[in-house]
Nanobody
Framework: QVQLVESGGGLVQPGGSLRLSCAASRTIFSINTMGWYRQAPGKQRDLVASITSGGSTTYAESVKGRFTISRDNAKNTVYLQMNSLKPEDTAVYYC??????????WGQGTQVTVSS
């Protein structure tokens, strides 16, 4: 198991930027896939972006070109840089760690609100 702690959420105006961080309680070097998910009120939790240990990335269509996921194995941290934020990006963002079908854990979530 691994504990994940997200930070960096907050209130931002449309068009603004935020950077989310996900700090792991132990090394993530051996964890194949780190991901960011989000869940808006009344909706299911959906994948936003993921990154493998080899650096391959996947993005939801709705965030391509605006969000960038990265991982720093030395700091046991995964980041999500979010630019050109839209009101529809408002959600609780969760960090996830998995290898294949095995999930190491989820973070507690961080709220992102995009509003003027």
């Amino acid at each position: 198991q691994v504990q994940l702690v997200e930070s960096g959420g907050g209130l931002v105006q449309p068009g603004g930027s935020l950077r989310l961080s996900c700090a792991a309680s132990r090394t993530i070097f051996s964890i194949n896939t780190m991901g960011w998910y989000r869940q808006a009120p009344g909706k299911q939790r959906d994948l936003v972006a993921s990154i493998t240990s080899g650096g391959s990335t996947t993005y939801a269509e709705s965030v391509k070109g605006r969000f960038t996921i990265s991982r720093d194995n030395a700091k046991n941290t995964v980041y999500l840089q979010m630019n050109s934020l839209k009101p529809e990006d408002t959600a609780v963002y969760y960090c996830n760690a998995r290898s294949g079908s095995f999930t190491y854990g989820w973070g507690q979530g961080t709220q992102v609100t995009v509003s003027s």
